[in-house]
């Protein structure tokens, strides 16, 4: 009799179990998620000089085969980046309408053109700006920086 009472509730935990596998992000946006993380969000700084980008930018590995001509980091924390997610979606700059636009505090870092890797220099620009990622998934996760 308890085998009998046992064998739903096993069958509920295993479908909620499943249900949550279900919500998970899938490998290639995990990945994507990941890369993200690392070329973009930088919540406990403000940045805003040329020696914040010329460490960041090492550090973060984008100096290594060649210098990445621009890229921005965004200080505020992972969760309001996450919540941009969740606003209208706009057109990418590829056409593609998983595009999202909110406003936060950056650092662009812009290569002077005149160094070479690994030994990169930027130019550093700290501002408040409207930015617009690119989000994929369930739950919808930031993968690309679109502008």
Not at 9 to 32: A, H, I
């Amino acid at each position: 009799m308890a085998l009998q009472r046992t064998h739903p509730l096993l069958l509920l935990l295993l479908l909620t179990l499943l249900g949550l596998g279900l919500v998970q992000p899938s490998y290639g946006q995990n990945f994507m998620y990941q890369r993200f993380l690392r070329q973009h969000v930088h919540p406990e700084e403000t940045g805003g000089n040329d020696s914040y980008c010329n460490v960041m930018m090492q550090r973060r590995k984008m100096t290594l085969h060649q210098c990445k001509r621009f890229n921005t980091f965004i200080h505020e924390d992972i969760w309001n980046i996450r919540s941009i997610c969740s606003t209208t979606n706009i057109a990418c700059k590829n056409g593609k309408m998983n595009c999202h636009e909110g406003v936060v505090k950056v650092t662009d870092c812009r290569e002077t053109g005149s160094s070479r890797a690994p030994n990169c220099k930027y130019r550093a620009k700290a501002s408040t700006r409207r930015i617009v990622i690119a989000c994929e998934g369930n739950p919808e996760l930031p993968v690309h920086f679109d502008g």
